[in-house]
């Protein structure tokens, strides 16, 4: 059995950037950015079963690259892009954004659906049981 510290290591280090499948094009900074995220919180990853929320934002970047988002996703979007990139978010001035209660819960559904997705991947790879 793998206890949490050993499915930690594995997840930090191995675990896919997971992207929208309409734009699997991700920047080389945005790839070492979400590595860095994520080796500080792999073990909150894995007791929450939660991806970082610097994943959410790589996926809905590439998601954004897609398809127009609604306004829920949007305000996601922005609140993460400011929570990130606050020197970026203020020379284009994004507006500041608090998530309602409804948006915090479909981030972390969000959340929960990319960990899956690495999760199985990883297992796909051997690399977890």
């Not at 970026?88 to 209660?101: G, N, Q």
Request: positive net charge; aromatic residues 12%; charged residues 35%.
């Amino acid at each position: 059995m793998v206890d949490k510290f050993e499915k930690a290591l594995v997840y930090e280090i191995c675990a896919p950037i997971i992207a929208d499948p309409r734009w699997q094009n991700i920047p080389k900074e945005l790839k070492e950015l979400a590595l860095i995220h994520r080796v500080g919180n792999s073990l909150k990853c894995v007791e929450e079963e939660k991806a970082t929320e610097f994943d959410a934002l790589i996926y809905l970047h590439t998601a954004s690259l897609s398809v127009p988002f609604n306004e829920q996703w949007f305000r996601i979007y922005v609140y993460l892009f400011r929570k990130y990139f606050p020197k970026h978010a203020k020379v284009i001035e994004l507006p500041e954004v608090k998530l309602t209660e409804v948006e915090k819960e479909e981030l972390d559904k969000l959340r929960s659906w990319i960990f899956k997705q690495q999760i199985r991947h990883l297992r796909e790879r051997k690399l977890l049981k």
